[in-house]
Structure formats: C-alpha cells, structure tokens
C-alpha cells in the first residue's frame, strides 16, 4: 500500500525559511517521478516542484525559482522541499505525490499517489 505523509508545515514569519518532508512507503517499481504541489484557500491545487524519481532531475512553477528546492534523499524513502524567503502568498497547504507516467508531470493528472498535506502559513 503506498503511503505519502508530509511533515513539516507551520507558522513562520515573512522570509523565513522551512523544509517540508514527505515519508515514503510503498511506491510501485514504476514510479517515475514526484511532485510538490500547494492549495492555497479558496483556490485551485498548483503544481510547485517535481523530481524524477531516479535521476534526480528537477522542475520548479516559475514563482517558486531561486526560493524553493525539492530534493530526495539519498535512501530514496524521504522527499523533501526546502522553501526560502517565504511571502505570505506561499500561504496553503502543501502536499507530495507520486507519479508513473513521464509526461505532463507539472499537472494533477501525471499523479496518481497523493499525500493528506501539510498546511504553511506565512504571517506578515
């Protein structure tokens, strides 16, 4: 049974830092790549970060270039997404996922395996 559990949100302060984690179990063998997205309230879900699951290769959401960096650990059961000089428009709830097809993987659809989330808040 996959499971994906994020850890890691709270409340933080405009320009603070906070790393998000992601517990990983269970994932298939096809597994291709991993994502981050957020909801902020009353919006649609969007799509943050994704990493290929083997070679490491990343894609960030433009507002989140140069701030945020997700990563995998090197014992490949822990995902994580280092967040930097935090606005309060980074407001929402975080939440991982996981993937098999290659393509598209900036959208829900590339995603099957989904996590509850995390919520971060960022106060002015």
């Known amino acids: 049974q996959v499971q994906l559990v994020e850890s890691g949100g709270g409340l933080v302060q405009v320009g603070d830092s906070l790393r998000l984690s992601c517990a990983v179990s269970?994932?298939?063998?096809?597994?291709?790549?991993m994502g981050w997205f957020l909801q902020a309230p009353g919006k649609e879900r969007e799509f943050v970060a994704r990493?290929?699951?083997?070679?490491?290769?990343?894609r960030y959401a433009d507002f989140v270039k140069r701030r945020f960096t997700i990563s995998r650990e090197n014992s490949r059961n822990t995902l994580s997404l280092q967040m930097s000089s935090l606005k309060p428009d980074d407001t929402a709830v975080y939440s991982c996922?996981?993937?098999?097809?290659?393509?598209?993987?900036?959208?829900?659809?590339?995603?099957?395996?989904w996590g509850q989330g995390t919520q971060v808040t960022v106060s002015s």
């Open positions: 996922a996981a993937g098999t097809q290659s393509w598209d993987t900036k959208f829900e659809s590339a995603y099957t395996y």
């Open positions: 990493i290929t699951w083997n070679g490491g290769m990343t």
């Open positions: 269970g994932l298939p063998f096809n597994v291709d790549h």
